[in-house]
């Protein structure tokens, strides 16, 4: 496969400036990833920016789960739920490293609603909708029997409950993993890499002065016949840099969620819980495939700042989940101090109207009339100088979601090109998403190169084939050609080798990249794996050709973002 590094991204730069593309996109989440893969598997030539890390924002502080959306049965969206349903399938297919079938457990207490007759309809529907291809049937269990699977739930009131299926997921590796696939079929993409202000041709928007934000270069002017925006919660400030009389689309939503060691809660899948007050649904999710074994509790639901990133974790929620899960497992005796680490993501929210909120209070609430309401879970729009603005949306129907966006992007083109506002995008192929993200990860290709491992006579640990599939082997390969003094870490075998594996394979640019988005280091243990960050740094500052003292840079600069997203524990204390 192609060199996916800060060499790839320093082409992008190059190409950024001298080329003209069709389609320019705003956001390397995975709704900017999904979108750019899509365009170039129909031949356009086509750019990515993001302005932090890829998947810095929602993409990674997910529940980090794929699901048909079972409470959209009681609204009978079917066509939903079977979308969503299809979507799953074909992802538990293509990429069974990133996507797993997790089992739920349901339970019913009395006065619960709706009652177990309901809800055994509604899942009866759930496994028609998935026409067979569901990794199982869902179970009814009495009392005794669900005891016997969750044995420390609370058993007072218990009615008993059912056992049904989704998926659990990498998220933030995914979105990498997308933009790579994009990458591979031509697109030039870049983390690090700033809109800053459009360009305009007339009443159009002909792409948008970008900063390079890893240096002290002047803006690039990266040219486009149409821009697509896939910001997430960062919409409204793109909005705003096209124009000034943009109106606030979106009513944001913070939601946080708790990692705890899988030995403090071994649960044998994932655990509904209702909230007895507000009647608001989390989850309690095992995930042994994340370092050394996981479980995260999650989510909340609350307001958030204007600017997404000032989002954070607040004492009011770690109470509502602690509250929530010593009510479902009393003897568990869950306290702060068994929390591993926490997560705060924004969902980009939006309903029916737009806000537009200024910075000085509240101003009226107006409809945004040239919205077009493709789903529930997203919105598509046109923005100034005929920009597409994406909000919303849904990780489980991310490849749809895209198609959708440059069906509509190349519409409005061949519209403008109908009316000589411009030149028309010509002879266009079809949208080609339907194979695998990385034709290595697939069942088959594993399957051989497990057997080559064997042949050669390689220990390729489990943790490896399950992260990375078949390039495991790659990972192996870099182990036994290097020398490195970094200590092995449960859950993470050969971690110098995974790291300089994702430096070459997976854009890395900074440490924290590797550690927040590429890994589970800083979310699966409680020191966040800084006692390694100075030989990590070493190795990163070698493989990036940089000097040592960037390296102790580096360190500072990680020992900061783990501080400010700890910020948390010292309120507590």
């Known amino acids: 496969m192609k060199d996916f590094s800060f060499r790839a991204r320093a082409e992008a730069l190059r190409r950024f400036q001298n080329e003209v593309f069709d389609l320019l996109i705003i956001g390397g989440g995975i709704t900017g990833a ?32 794929i699901h048909g959306g079972l409470r959209y049965l009681q609204n009978m969206e079917f066509g939903l739920v079977f979308e969503a349903l299809s979507e799953r399938s074909h992802l538990l297919k293509t990429v069974p490293h990133m996507v797993r079938p ?31 291809r569901a990794p ?94 896939c910001a997430g919660p960062w919409t409204d400030q793109v909005g705003f840099k096209m124009s000034s009389h943009w109106r606030r689309w979106l009513n944001p939503s913070k939601g946080v969620h708790l990692i705890f060691d899988l030995k403090r809660i071994p649960v044998p899948g994932a655990i509904v819980m209702s909230h007895p007050e507000d009647g608001r649904i989390s989850f309690v999710i095992p995930r042994p495939d994340y370092g050394a074994g996981v479980v995260i509790v999650g989510t909340t639901d609350g307001p958030t700042p204007l600017e997404p990133e000032k989002a954070a974790v607040e004492l009011g929620d770690v109470d509502y989940l602690m509250e929530l899960l010593n009510r479902y497992f009393p003897t568990l005796r869950l306290t702060t101090g068994d929390i591993v680490s926490v997560y705060v993501g924004v969902r980009p929210l939006m309903g029916a109207q737009a806000s537009t909120v200024g910075s000085e209070g509240t101003a009226p ?53 109908a009316q000589g506002k411009a030149e028309g995008p010509g002879t266009i192929g079809a949208s ?12 088959e290709a594993v399957s051989e190169s497990r057997r080559a491992a064997a042949d050669r006579g390689w220990g390729v640990p489990e943790a490896l084939w399950n992260r990375y599939g078949a390039e495991a082997l790659e990972i192996f390969a870099i182990h036994r050609n290097q020398t490195d003094d970094i200590p092995e870490l449960e859950g993470f075998p050969f971690l110098g080798a995974q790291l300089r594996y994702e430096i070459r394979n997976g854009m890395v640019v900074r440490l924290e990249d590797f550690y927040f988005r590429r890994s589970g280091l800083y979310a699966t243990r409680k020191d966040h794996g800084l006692p390694v960050a100075p030989a990590l740094a070493r190795l990163w500052a070698e493989e990036r050709g940089l000097p040592p003292s960037a390296a102790s840079d580096e360190v500072l600069r990680l020992q900061d973002e783990v501080k400010n997203r700890n910020r948390w524990r010292q309120e507590l204390s």
């Not at 080609?432 to 290595?440: A, Y």
């Open 136 to 229: 199982g049937f869902h179970r009814t269990f009495s009392k005794k029997k669900f005891l016997e699977q969750v044995p420390f739930l609370k058993a007072e009131g218990l009615k008993g409950g059912f056992r049904y299926f989704d998926a659990s997921m990498w998220d933030d590796v995914l979105a990498v993993e997308t933009l790579r696939a994009a990458h591979e079929a031509g697109a030039a993409v870049a983390n690090y890499t700033e809109a800053v202000t459009p360009i305009w041709e007339g009443e159009c928007i002909k792409g948008f002065q970008v900063r390079d934000l890893e240096s002290d270069a002047a803006p690039i002017a990266l040219r486009a016949n149409r821009t697509v925006v």
């Open 34 to 65: 999904a979108t750019v893969r899509d365009a170039a598997s129909r031949g356009l030539k086509v750019a990515l920016v993001e302005a932090r890390d890829f998947a810095w924002g929602t993409s990674s502080r997910s529940s980090k789960l």
């Open 102 to 132: 997790l089992p739920f457990f349901m339970p019913v207490y009395r006065g619960d609603k709706p009652g177990k007759f309901l809800l055994n309809v509604g899942l009866w529907l759930y496994d028609v909708l998935a026409l067979g």
């Open 432 to 443: 080609d998403t339907e194979g695998p993200v990385n034709p290595l990860a697939t069942l």
């Open 365 to 417: 609430r107006a409809t945004a009339s040239d919205l077009q309401k493709v789903s529930r879970e997203h919105y598509i729009g046109s923005g100034p100088g005929g920009a597409i603005l994406v909000a919303g949306g849904k990780y489980t129907t991310h490849r749809l979601m895209a198609r959708e966006v440059v069906d509509i992007a190349l519409t409005k083109w061949r519209e403008d090109a």
